[in-house]
């Protein structure tokens, strides 16, 4: 139970999409579990993205969480544009991203009004470092700290940081993180970047962030990529003394990792369809095919992805179904369902029957992940995914799509070692073919390699969870970030 009132307040300030609204919403909690702090924390946003995080909050209720406050903001109104099939990136959110932009002046009053309460003698903001605009003004107000929230690995950034020559203090990784830094050095300049309307959102938040310290929050831990924490750290020790890292992560996974997170157990929904087939398969025999919740495939690689999952013979769960639109309660813009009607061969889902499921709908991945039948994920190397998957212990194919995915790939394939290529960067602007899925399929489901790589991701979860338990380093990152923020 909590036993101290610090007399400190948090607010967090997410980017209004998926993958970053519900790790920033699992910081929430795991602030609010802290066994010796009571410290309520506002969680800003529109309306309609608040509604979004709490919907697909994963094992409890945000809603009935005590010291949880939801400040909700008025959006400017959306066209409801659908994601363009041609388009690997999620381009239908970034008018979500510029809408928010109008959140400077409500995050200043929320902000200034804590800071005015007699009861709060800091206010402690955590804002997405894509949000970093909308926070400016908080600078000004008394008692404030300001700490960047990161959705990516401490990989994709400390390797940015040292491509463009930010980190005033040279380091000297170890060989074979050198090798790592060096091939991500070598990529073609701009090939992860996005389009240009959201380089020009990214440049504008980079354009303030550069004010506000070096207090950085990654949704990871240090048995994923510590060393990179470790090298941020290293590479800006002498030029800010208020740098620091934090691994406070991972937020998107089922293990109870803190002890001090229970689940909501009032209540226990039937059992999905999709578990209760995972039940009759055999251990490690399923592979989950899934792109997240903000890819679109043309049509022609759908076809292409489904005849290479038949000709494998391997067993399947495909979620397919678009990405997430920026409203996503809304219907399409011709009414009825939001789901986009993908054609597949002629007989697919009956010639797959028995062996593979096509899921339309809503699947329930973490537990997917986490059931014995499931050994292999073939994913996008969306970072939030890839956290599911190392929490499960569950290999990865990986098919990055764009911006930090091919940096994420890399990690797991030469830093990690539990994945294996579908498609690498280099060929990243051609089609999949068939051949190539099949094959990479049964590399990762029905050989001595991928038998490997299960027993490495294995390997991993453990040290993760134990890196989660009293002494570990994970641990140790919660109880530094909470004495740091309540000293």
């Known amino acids: 139970?909590?036993?101290?009132?610090?007399?400190?307040?948090?607010?967090?300030?997410?980017?209004?999409?998926?993958?970053?609204?519900?790790?920033?919403?699992?910081?929430?909690?795991?602030?609010?579990?802290?066994?010796?702090?009571?410290?309520?924390?506002?969680?800003?946003?529109?309306?309609?993205?608040?509604?979004?995080?709490?919907?697909?909050?994963?094992?409890?209720?945000?809603?009935?969480?005590?010291?949880?406050?939801?400040?909700?903001?008025?959006m400017p109104t959306l066209d409801n544009i659908p994601p363009d099939s041609n388009d690997f990136y999620p381009s239908n959110l970034i008018p979500s991203f510029y809408a928010a932009l109008e959140f400077r002046q409500p995050v200043a009053d929320l902000v200034k009004n804590l800071s005015a309460a007699d009861k709060f003698r800091r206010v402690v903001v955590i804002h997405d470092i894509l949000m970093s605009w909308v926070v400016q003004d908080v600078i000004t107000i008394p008692n404030t700290e300001m700490y960047f929230f990161h959705a990516v690995s401490a990989l994709d950034v400390c390797s940015r940081i040292l491509e463009a020559k930010l980190n005033p203090d040279p380091v000297?990784?170890?060989?074979?993180?050198?090798?790592?830094?060096?091939?991500?050095?070598?990529?073609?300049?701009?090939?992860?970047?996005?389009?240009?309307?959201?380089?020009?959102?990214?440049?504008?938040?980079?354009?303030?962030?550069?004010?506000?310290?070096?207090?950085?929050?990654?949704?990871?831990?240090?048995?994923?990529?510590?060393?990179?924490?470790d090298l941020m750290q290293q590479a800006f020790k002498s030029y800010d003394e208020h740098w620091k890292t934090w691994g406070l992560g991972l937020f998107m996974n089922p293990l109870e990792m803190d002890q001090n997170i229970k689940k909501d157990t009032t209540s226990t929904p039937p059992r999905h369809h999709l578990l209760q087939w995972l039940d009759k398969q055999e251990p490690n025999s399923v592979l989950l095919v899934s792109f997240g919740s903000a890819a679109s495939f043309t049509d022609e690689q759908i076809r292409e992805l489904a005849l290479g999952l038949e000709q494998s013979q391997q067993k399947f769960i495909w979620v397919l179904k678009e990405a997430d639109r920026a409203n996503v309660f809304a219907e399409n813009i011709n009414g009825g369902s939001s789901t986009r009607a993908f054609v597949l061969p002629e007989g697919y889902e009956k010639r797959a029957e028995g062996r593979g499921i096509v899921e339309r709908g809503w699947a329930p991945q973490l537990e997917v992940l986490e059931h014995a039948?499931?050994?292999?994920?073939?994913?996008?190397?969306?970072?939030?995914?890839?956290?599911?998957?190392?929490?499960?212990?569950?290999?990865?194919?990986?098919?990055?799509?764009?911006?930090?995915?091919?940096?994420?790939?890399?990690?797991?394939?030469?830093?990690?070692?539990?994945?294996?290529?579908?498609?690498?960067?280099?060929?990243?602007?051609?089609?999949?073919?068939?051949?190539?899925?099949?094959?990479?399929?049964?590399?990762?489901?029905?050989?001595?390699?991928?038998?490997?790589?299960?027993?490495?991701?294995?390997?991993?979860?453990?040290?993760?969870?134990?890196?989660?338990?009293?002494?570990?380093?994970?641990?140790?990152?919660?109880?530094?970030?909470?004495s740091y923020i309540t000293r």
């Not at 309306?47 to 995080?53: D, E, K």
């Open 1 to 74: 139970m909590a036993t101290t009132n610090n007399n400190i307040v948090v607010v967090m300030i997410p980017l209004p999409a998926q993958g970053h609204l519900q790790p920033l919403l699992e910081l929430a909690r795991r602030i609010l579990s802290s066994s010796n702090f009571t410290i309520p924390v506002h969680y800003a946003g529109s309306t309609t993205h608040l509604r979004q995080a709490q919907s697909r909050a994963h094992g409890w209720d945000p809603l009935t969480t005590p010291n949880l406050h939801f400040s909700e903001f008025q």
């Open 172 to 229: 000297t990784p170890p060989a074979d993180v050198a090798e790592i830094l060096q091939e991500l050095a070598c990529m073609e300049p701009g090939s992860d970047s996005p389009p240009p309307l959201m380089v020009k959102y990214v440049e504008k938040q980079m354009s303030c962030a550069v004010n506000y310290g070096g207090r950085n929050i990654f949704s990871t831990c240090r048995p994923i990529d510590g060393i990179y924490l």
């Open 373 to 482: 039948s499931t050994g292999g994920y073939l994913c996008h190397c969306g970072w939030n995914s890839v956290m599911e998957s190392i929490s499960t212990g569950v290999p990865i194919a990986a098919w990055p799509l764009h911006t930090d995915h091919p940096r994420t790939a890399l990690l797991l394939i030469k830093g990690l070692k539990i994945g294996i290529y579908v498609r690498d960067w280099a060929h990243r602007n051609e089609l999949v073919k068939a051949e190539t899925i099949h094959n990479a399929v049964k590399i990762l489901m029905d050989s001595t390699e991928g038998e490997k790589l299960r027993q490495k991701a294995a390997e991993l979860k453990d040290t993760v969870k134990a890196s989660f338990m009293d002494g570990g380093a994970t641990k140790k990152d919660i109880e530094s970030f909470m």
